[in-house]
């Protein structure tokens, strides 16, 4: 099992910047790709970016593509979002999770077997 607990959601202005951050903690984190996911108000929850168990190779959105990135640090048991550019419709309830899946470009939110509580990112015009 892996526990995973988000950080760095928060208020911002438009075209501003955030950086979410995961820490896993449980088995070992290279073991798991990883995503971030997010729920806007009223709308169901997506995949935003994913990345694999090395983190050589990383997937996102085309909304995202060019103003977010995702990476993580295995020695750090952690996974990052840099967002830049914001935009109002990046406003949502963001999620990290985990998958044991080899196959890390799925991209099915039912392949993710943990979750993170999420954090809220609102992005004010």
């Known amino acids: 099992q892996v526990q995973l607990v988000e950080s760095g959601g928060g208020l911002v202005q438009t075209g501003g910047s955030l950086r979410l951050s995961c820490a896993a903690s449980?088995?070992?984190?290279?073991?798991?790709?990883m995503g971030w996911f997010r729920q806007p108000p009223g709308k169901d929850r997506e995949l935003v970016s994913a990345i694999s168990r090395s983190g050589t190779d990383t997937y996102s959105k085309d909304s995202v593509r060019g103003r977010f990135t995702i990476s993580r640090d295995n020695a750090k048991n952690t996974v990052y979002l840099q967002m830049n550019s914001m935009r109002f419709e990046d406003t949502a309830v963001y999620f990290c999770?985990?998958?044991?899946?080899?196959?890390?470009?799925?991209?099915?939110?039912?392949?993710?077997?943990?979750w993170g509580q999420g954090t809220q990112v609102t992005v004010s015009s």
């Open positions: 449980g088995r070992m984190f290279s073991d798991f790709a």
């Open positions: 999770a985990a998958t044991e899946r080899a196959d890390w470009t799925s991209f099915v939110l039912g392949d993710y077997n943990y």
